[in-house]
T-cell receptor, first 111, second 113 residues
């Protein structure tokens, strides 16, 4: 099992729908997680940080962390075509606090 | 505004030449990182530095070198020993000591022919 795993997609949703992106992690990865958005040809941009079990909301974005099931998800409400991008999940692991990255999920929001 | 500046945005070199990518930050972050991104392979860590005059190899350091003479600056040299240097290079920084997120520069796309 990869330490941080994401479905590569593409995930396709209609405009206005809820997009749900998921990330699972191994025992070695801790409970500090981040979601980044990366547009094609651009650098990753931080969307959400989540450090404790439960939900964290910021505008149209909600991050959910479930420690028991070892997954973290990102919900995007009222999806817009401008949300079309690759979403990267990352979490810290080990005593040296190395950031472990998933390979990303490609999201396409169709008008 | 605080941020991370990478230059140049695009860089073209001939095989066998060394090339240096610039990364400057004014976020007052202690830790700085260099990643490489290739299609389908995600972000791979090249080098990182948590304090001035100290740096550590990441997962794919062979063929690369760095220096950290100032807190604000962390240049990356891609040497002729790097077998596949064509890639998108990302510099990032963060505060040390807590599980804080990385902040990225805009990246440098290096093409070696």
């Amino acid at each position: 099992q990869k330490e941080v795993e994401q479905n590569s997609g593409p995930l396709s949703v209609p405009e206005g729908a809820i997009a749900s992106l998921n990330c699972t992690y191994s025992d070695r990865v801790s409970q500090s997680f981040f979601w980044y958005r990366q547009y094609s040809g651009k650098s990753p941009e931080l969307i959400m940080s989540i450090y404790s079990n439960g939900d964290k909301e910021d505008g149209r974005f909600t991050a959910q962390l479930n420690k028991a099931s070892q997954y973290v998800s990102l919900l995007i409400r009222d999806s817009q075509p401008s949300d079309s991008a690759t979403y990267l999940c990352a979490g810290y692991a080990g005593n040296n606090r190395k950031l472990i990255w998933g390979l990303g999920t490609s999201l396409a929001v169709n008008p | 505004d605080g941020g991370i500046t990478q230059s140049p945005k695009y860089l073209f070199r001939k095989e066998g030449q060394n090339v240096t990518l610039s990364c400057e930050q004014n976020l007052n972050h202690d830790a700085m990182y260099w990643y490489r991104q290739d299609p389908g392979q995600g972000l791979r860590l090249i080098y990182y530095s948590q304090i001035v005059n100290d740096f550590q190899k990441g997962d794919i350091a062979e063929g690369y070198s760095v220096s950290r003479e100032k807190k604000e600056s962390f240049p990356l040299t891609v040497t002729s020993a790097q077998k596949n240097p064509t890639a998108f290079y990302l510099c990032a920084s963060k505060m040390v000591g807590i599980d804080s997120p990385l902040h990225f520069g805009n990246g440098t796309r290096l093409t070696v022919t």
